[in-house]
């Protein structure tokens, strides 16, 4: 797998939840995405425990349906996700707390595994999320894409949808403050977005008590925009996002700096967004 567009899931949903519009855009462009579901692995000692194998397999399979809604391919890593891996997370306070020793070099493994997967090898834009809701595997996967930022690749960082929808989990995130933020409207592509998240019948109940469109509309609200939408975060020098991102021409027009409410300095003055200008190009 040789994507330009590569999309690091934590788990099986999170790419599609959180990008779903983006990697429809990129389909519709022909720019073949890629997923890539990290804690995907099923050798579990605590799978019994916490998850019932047959739903594993199930959200496998509405997984391979999502993707083939927003056009990406996939490949699945063999980490396994926190609840399962280790009695270490052994309620909720556990997924979103400290990250435990025995995870302390998960972050460097998962690089390892992206190389040796050939994930990296057109050297891609990365997608990655940022972290926002806390859940342990968001964090490391974070701090593994951050590891390939500053080694030189190309990363945008997505809010984590619906964390990012909730404004208590937006107020509690430390959004990085040497990040600008880019909005997307989906314009048509929130369609297949739709549809790729209700592939996940599974989740869905369980993610979107008030209905996955209720959320999304909060969520673009949330977000600053006035139709659908999704917004990813990127290093602040990087004044023309557009092309240094790749993404296809249906987006340009449909991308623009926000200056997000709440996200402020220590001293409260604004640090993102506060120059649109200085992303005009894009
Ligand atoms: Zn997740």
């Known amino acids: 797998m040789a994507s330009d567009h590569v999309f690091?899931?934590?788990h099986r949903d999170d790419a599609v939840l959180s990008?779903?519009?983006v990697l429809a855009a990129l389909a519709a462009a022909?720019?073949?995405p890629a997923i890539v579901n990290v804690f995907a692995g099923t050798d579990a000692p605590e799978l019994e425990r916490w998850t019932q194998p047959e739903i594993a397999r199930?959200?496998?399979v509405e997984d391979e349906l999502a993707c083939a809604v927003v056009g990406a391919s996939r490949i699945d890593l063999p980490f396994v996700a926190a609840p399962n891996r280790s009695p270490s997370y052994a309620d909720w306070e556990a997924v979103v707390g400290e990250v435990p020793a025995d995870d302390a070099r998960l972050d460097a493994e998962?690089?390892?595994a992206l190389r040796e997967c050939g994930a990296l090898d057109a050297r891609p834009v990365v997608f990655a999320p940022l972290g926002i809701g806390g859940h342990v595997d968001h964090r490391i996967v974070h701090a593994a894409a951050r590891k390939l930022l500053a080694g030189g690749a190309r990363v945008l960082f997505y809010e984590d949808f619906p964390y990012c929808a909730s404004e208590e989990a937006v107020h509690a995130f430390a959004f990085p403050p040497d990040f600008r933020q880019l909005v997307v409207s989906l314009g048509p592509f929130a369609d297949e977005k739709f549809y790729a998240i209700g592939s996940y019948r599974s989740q869905v109940p369980g993610l979107f008590p008030e209905g996955v469109c209720t959320a999304l509309a909060r969520y673009a609200r949330r977000a600053g925009a006035n139709e659908f939408a999704e917004s990813y975060w990127c290093p602040?020098?990087?004044a023309t996002a557009l092309r240094w991102a790749d993404l296809p021409e249906s987006l340009?027009?449909?991308i623009r700096a926000a200056d997000p409410a709440g996200v402020e300095d220590r001293e409260g003055s604004r640090t993102v967004g506060a120059d649109p200008a200085g992303v005009g190009t894009i």
Do not use: F, H, K, Y
């Open 19 to 21: 990008c779903g519009g």
């Open 58 to 60: 199930l959200v496998a």
């Open 252 to 254: 340009s027009g449909r």
């Open 30 to 32: 022909e720019r073949s």
């Open 236 to 238: 602040a020098e990087v």
């Open 110 to 112: 998962i690089v390892e």
């Open 8 to 10: 690091l899931s934590p």
